[in-house]
């Protein structure tokens, strides 16, 4: 079967850019399957590429291969062979990484991230969906995980026409997800799980946090999830307090702080309330961090997204001790560093403040920003310090 792609799309098709949008295409063979692999061909017939096409996708073309190689079970096993080899060394006193990145590791819609001996995997688009058997079974053999559960519960899969699917895929997988981050001994459940279950991308500013901070300080955890940055600060000996809208999700943190014996404080709410009450209650703290949800899945959300950073920032300036911390964290593509910086200026500029810019922080190398697809970069931190 074959793909047609108009001239304007080639240059970027051929330089590695994965994604062929509905404007791109100008014809597809009649009868094409949702998902199935075609030849991505020229106006002039010349050979392109290989990958996968849904014609009711948003993204309709998303490419595997400038070479003509088959794509069966040995290519996906080249793939998350090469995934695994790009990881080598990088990503250390953890046994839990994101193996697959989906199109940065050349698998478009492949997202797997590994916990000990066990797999979370989400197939995201019709192209991997149609595959699954070959992609399963290529992870199984190059992973070596002993079992594997599917979340593929993502909205990007309504988009392909696909249903949300979760479940076990192979091998025995625990009901409690074990592994450690550090001197952190972490778990979940999958049934109260968000996404692949554990947050993995914010390893290194946890890491950099908690160096950042001295025992009997402060620290404010702001859409902590299961309290991944204030569990690492408590270790470190900080007094903290973590708030989310997730019950469940607090539920764990406490249940991980009582298994690593440590205390840590929770507070059920939504994020800038909470703040608001903190405030009322004149606390004070010696680092804050802001961790929302994507606030911009599109572009025309920015603004409002800015706007939740500005509000959430000046609270938090505020609350800060001169000398203090603030790390502000968005996992939107769609906000640059320069929408938090411009937020954070707001937000000094409400809370009266002065503050240096320490850092700005990317996504850690099991998420590798591949510099020809320019939506592989997510995470976007900006580490302030109070003046
Ligand atoms: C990106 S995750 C945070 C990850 C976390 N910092 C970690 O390291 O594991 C965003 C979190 O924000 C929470 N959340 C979303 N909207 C919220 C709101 N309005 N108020 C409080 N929490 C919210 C979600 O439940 C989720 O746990």
Redesign the pocket.
């Known amino acids: 079967m074959n793909v047609t792609i108009k001239t304007q799309a080639l240059r970027r098709l051929r330089g590695r850019y994965p994604f062929g949008h509905a404007g791109d295409v100008l014809s597809a063979d009649s009868g094409i399957g949702a998902g199935e692999v075609v030849d991505v061909r020229g106006e002039d017939g010349s050979f392109v590429g290989r990958g996968y096409f849904n014609a009711q996708g948003a993204t309709p073309l998303r490419m595997l291969t400038l070479e003509r190689e088959d794509i069966n079970e040995a290519f996906y096993r080249r793939r998350i062979r090469a995934a695994l080899n790009r990881r080598e060394g990088q990503i250390q006193d953890t046994d839990a990484m994101r193996v697959v990145y989906a199109e940065a590791d050349g698998l478009p819609g492949v997202v797997a991230d590994q916990f000990a001996g066990v797999l979370a995997v989400q197939l995201r688009n019709a192209g991997a969906e149609h595959h699954r058997e070959l992609i399963l079974n290529a992870l199984k053999k190059e992973t070596g995980a002993g079992a594997a559960y599917e979340r593929s519960d993502t909205g990007e899969r309504r988009k392909e026409g696909l249903d949300l699917k979760t479940g076990e895929l192979w091998g025995e997988v625990p009901r409690r997800v074990r592994f450690f981050e550090d001197d952190l001994e972490l778990f979940f459940d999958w049934q109260d799980a968000?996404k692949t279950g554990?947050?993995l991308d914010?390893r290194d500013n946890?890491r950099m946090l908690a160096a950042l901070v001295q025992p009997g300080q402060h620290f404010l955890?702001?859409?902590?999830?299961?309290?991944?940055?204030s569990l690492h600060a408590a270790r470190r000996g900080a007094l903290t307090v973590a708030?989310?809208?997730?019950a469940a999700?607090l539920g764990i943190l406490e249940a991980v702080a009582r298994a690593n014996k440590l205390q840590a404080g929770a507070r059920l709410?939504?994020?800038?309330e909470?703040l608001a009450q903190l405030e009322r209650e004149k606390r004070r703290f010696d680092v804050v961090?802001l961790?929302?949800?994507t606030l911009a899945k599109r572009r025309d959300d920015v603004p409002n997204a800015k706007r939740v950073f500005t509000d959430g920032a000046a609270r938090a300036l505020r609350m800060l001790n001169p000398g203090g911390k603030l790390l502000i964290s968005t996992?939107a593509h769609y906000l640059r560093v320069d929408d938090l910086l411009d937020a954070a200026r707001v937000a000094a500029g409400e809370a009266s403040a002065a503050a240096q810019v320490m850092a700005v922080t990317y996504q850690p190398a099991d998420h590798p920003y591949m510099l020809a697809v320019p939506e592989s970069l997510y995470l976007k931190s900006v580490l302030l310090k109070k003046d």
């Open positions: 968000q554990f947050f914010q946890r955890d702001v859409y902590s999830y299961t309290g991944g940055f708030v989310d809208k997730d999700a709410g939504d994020a800038l909470v961090v961790d929302p949800p996992c």
